[in-house]
């Protein structure tokens, strides 16, 4: 495996550190599907689990599209109380 693809596979408490957020709302996360995992080995207790970052780029894509979103339903919704 190349050093470059190695880099890029993030563990459950550095993503949570990336977020600033608790490793468990990460895992509620991976569970309800909105990030992929690579899962290293086979440990039962998820310690070889693994997010590319590629997956964490993507959550916030999705994240800051969702939020225009609504905001954009927000103000058509305020421009239509002024008319």
Request: hydrophobic content about 35%.
């Amino acid at each position: 495996m190349s050093q470059f693809f190695y880099n890029q596979l993030l563990t459950v408490a550095k993503v949570a550190e990336i977020f600033g957020v608790s490793e468990s709302t990460i895992r509620n996360l991976i569970r309800k599907g909105e990030l992929d995992t690579v899962r290293i080995g086979t440990n039962p207790k998820g310690k070889g689990v693994r997010v590319p970052r590629s997956s964490v780029d993507k959550f916030v894509g999705d994240q800051l599209s969702k939020t225009r979103q609504i905001r954009l339903i927000r103000k058509k919704e305020k421009d239509n109380e002024l008319d």
